[in-house]
């Protein structure tokens, strides 16, 4: 017999919420194993504080767009390559119990994937940064008069660095719920106080920081964190907006 409720379940709003919930998993899993590879890799931990240090580079050198897109390219390609090599080593200790000569193959043939990765990206960091470093002084002091438009995507990516080795560090919570800090306060945070000492209107930094308190309030409300949990993400948001603002300062003439 028909039922007018089996009609209502074929409907497409029905499915909509599961592909979604589907889609946001994908993430979430994905931002875990960023998470596990950060926590028990040495390297991977190195990696990230690398490249930390060699965006914050390329906003001290001044660097083209061209150039910072590089650099972008050549860290994501050698992170990426660090957590296939995690993995890689996961699957061999999972299938393997005794040590074989193969399984030591497919680690060193992985671990040697991500050092051809990390020396070419050493090779091109040498030649990206050149013109920047030989060219001293003058060029780096001289400068744009206006805010640089990599200082927002690099300063939300340290921040995001920052979080990955929080949550990495204390080992609790997952990549996009709870942990040591929030991620989202530390973003929003990181963003309002940017746009505060930047534009220096307090109205401005009046609707960043209030947009950002709400963002830090919804993860309290949603029990997604605790309340000292989107305190320390605001805090190291803060200080690593402000940490930015200081190297770029003298560079820039508001």
Known sequence: MHHPVDDRLKREPHYLPIERSRFMRSFHHAFEGIIYATRTEQN????FVIAALVLLATLILRLDRYYVIATIALIALVLSLELMNTAIEAIVDLLTVAHHPLAKSAKDAAAGAVLVAAIGAALCAYLIFYQ???SG??????AVQAVPANVALIALAVVAIATVFAKAWVGRGSALQGGAVSGHAALAFGVA???AFFYQKPLA???GYFVAFLVAQSRVEARIHRPFEVFWGAVMGTL???VIY???RPHVML
């Open 44 to 47: 991977m931990r190195v990696h």
């Open 132 to 134: 920047g470093i030989i």
């Open 137 to 142: 002084g003058a060029r780096v002091f001289a």
């Open 193 to 195: 106080t940017l746009l």
């Open 205 to 207: 930094a009046l609707l």
């Open 240 to 242: 690593v907006a402000l």
């Open 246 to 248: 200081l190297l770029v």
